[in-house]
């Protein structure tokens, strides 16, 4: 629908349970950013954001006013928009840095305002940062790379296609992944039914060291160099893939961690986000496309970084092969008829198995990504490229995995409940022990 020389666009499956999850002390939005090696031109970088969003519709759509009777969310879509998401920030030093990080990342985007995503330009020694801040409703984390790749390529000069159809209409995951027979149904029904049974026992947690009450998020950070990232790939068991060796080094940490601290172990359940996007615009198109499922890794298989890479391995093969990534769509089929002042409330709920349901920790892996172009004059190239997920306790580690010209960038996004910085910084450093020993 178009009025006014604004379109109307309806909130898909995943849009809706995405903007649901979030509340104040934990907005569900998603974080991305790149450092340069030198300075950024902040106003530059405001034309850049702006070309950015005349390029995708959902970057400059804000959320249609609702009541609690309304069965369905609209985005409202204007031709063009003046809005101004950008600001930049003088940082002196790395806890600067970290302290604009957290700020950005502790709240989400207003989405009643033309721009469900913030950015900051923070600028700092040694090399200035590019910060995003995605509202999780309106784009999942591909969704965050694809709108950076854009404002990147502006800045850069270098042109910035996009594929021949409607943005707004691809978005239509039951299309894409929706059960479609009732094979698909009888299988997804059994997954979910072993998931439930499996369910009957709350998973591990993840020991929390010198938490505190404090909404938000902190980050930290680890690179792992070419010749570092060769190395721990190498360790891969035969049909494993990357991701599946992260998440078994994920399930080791954990593991190892609640030893060093006198907690309990026990199954671990790592939520993992699945692109659902067809394979021709596999990373093209602002919206959520990413279905989580979970990946269990027993406490037998918890031993040492092979053992549970390859445990983790038999659980995404077991996944892909029942299409079990498409279970969360045919599972929102009913709650999505409900009231709105009725189901922006179920995710608190937790209905069904209460925290039984919400897993131990969340693994989100973007993959090998091409080298971005260089910004050119004072800007230079992009050295680093950091990305993580959203969280909430009981699950407040949440680690993002980006690799870049053979490089890793791993990124320990945390609920202050879980973690102070040290205690953070700690269980990075036992995650790069365990996945380069």
Known sequence: MTTMGTREARLDTLDELYLHFGTEAEPWSVHLEIRVAGSLDA????????????????????????????????????????????????????AAVAAARSALQSHAPDLSTDAPFEVVVAHAPGGDYLMLNLHHGAGDGLSAFRLMNSIIRVYAGEPDPVPELDPLVARKVRSLIGAKSLLDRITRAKSLAEHLLTSVKEPARVAPVNGTDAGGYSFSLLHLDPATSKAVMAKRPEGATVNDLLLGGLAVT??????????????????????????????????????????????????????????????????KSSRTQGLIVDLLELPNALPAGLKRHLPAKKPV???????????????????????????????????????????????????????????????????????AAAFTDLYKRVLTE
């Open 353 to 423: 198995v209460g925290e039984r349901i919400v897993d131990t920790a969340v693994l989100s892996n973007l993959g090998r990504m091409p080298a971005a172009p260089s910004l050119g004059g004072d800007a230079g190239s992009v050295t680093e490229l950091w990305f993580s997920p959203p969280g909430h306790m009981p699950l407040g580690t949440c680690v993002g995995a980006v690799s870049v010209a053979g490089s890793m960038f791993l990124t320990v996004r945390y609920r202050h409940a879980q973690f102070d910085s040290a205690a």
């Open 254 to 319: 954990i593991n190892r961690w609640n030893r060093e601290h006198g907690h309990p172990n026990g199954r671990i359940a790592l939520m993992m986000p699945v692109n659902l996007r067809p394979a021709e615009w596999q990373y093209e198109v602002l919206g959520n496309f990413a279905s989580y499922v979970t990946v269990q890794i027993d406490e037998n298989a918890q031993t040492d970084l092979v053992t549970a890479a390859r445990a983790a391995a038999e659980g995404t093969a077991k996944i």
């Open 43 to 94: 106003n530059r970088v405001k034309a850049a954001v702006r070309a950015a969003m005349r390029t995708h519709p959902l970057a400059r759509a804000r959320l249609a006013p609702w009541r609690p009777t309304d069965v369905h969310y609209h985005w409202l879509v204007p031709e063009d928009t003046d809005a101004d998401p950008v600001t930049a920030v003088e940082c002196a030093d790395d």
